[in-house]
């Protein structure tokens, strides 16, 4: 088979689970999307790589979310500024998608990037926990721990009281 036909056939069958946990990290389904694009280009301009992994979604997720977090520290001042508040992504700017939605993406985005990244592989990806820690080059306990303190946290954002302040701990998990 060759590289082209290998690389359809995975954009196929991994195409959108991808998007949806990448728009997880990143809050935004245009941008997701082009990771999960650019990833894929990845693999056409140098498909050696790709063609000998053992595990091809687990090669692109690393890839896609590498480009998400380059673009994530491209744009890390507007980053900043949503996660302490002073501006708020309003459910019109995400069309088509439930206001829940847009507060768990929101949510999500107050989040430090390691401790996002583990919520989003475990929770949204459906990914164990061996799994998040070999995508992510971290030991499982990292892990772990990450995804107690960020569960809390999510808890307390979207809680229907008034939205608690972001800890040091949050900002630097």
Partial sequence: MSAEESVRQAYEAYYQRLVTQIAGL?????????AVHEAFARVLGSPASFLRADDAERWLRVAALNVARTRYRRRWLFDR?????????????????????????????????PTREVVVLYHLADL??????????????????????????????????????????????
Avoid: Q, W, Y
Wanted: proline share 8%; glycine share 8%; no cysteine.
């Fill in 81 to 113: 500024l949503v996660r302490s508040g002073r501006v708020e992504i309003a459910p019109s700017a995400v069309p088509g998608v439930s206001g829940d939605r847009v507060a768990l993406l929101t949510a999500l985005r107050r989040l430090a990037p």
């Fill in 128 to 173: 164990p926990v061996a799994e998040v820690a070999a995508t992510l080059g971290i030991p499982e306990g990292t892990v772990k721990a990450r995804l107690a303190r960020g569960r809390a946290a999510l808890a307390r954002f979207l809680s229907d009281d008034e939205p608690a302040p972001m800890t040091e701990e949050v900002r630097h998990a």
């Fill in 26 to 34: 990143v809050g935004n389904l245009a941008e997701a999307e082009d």
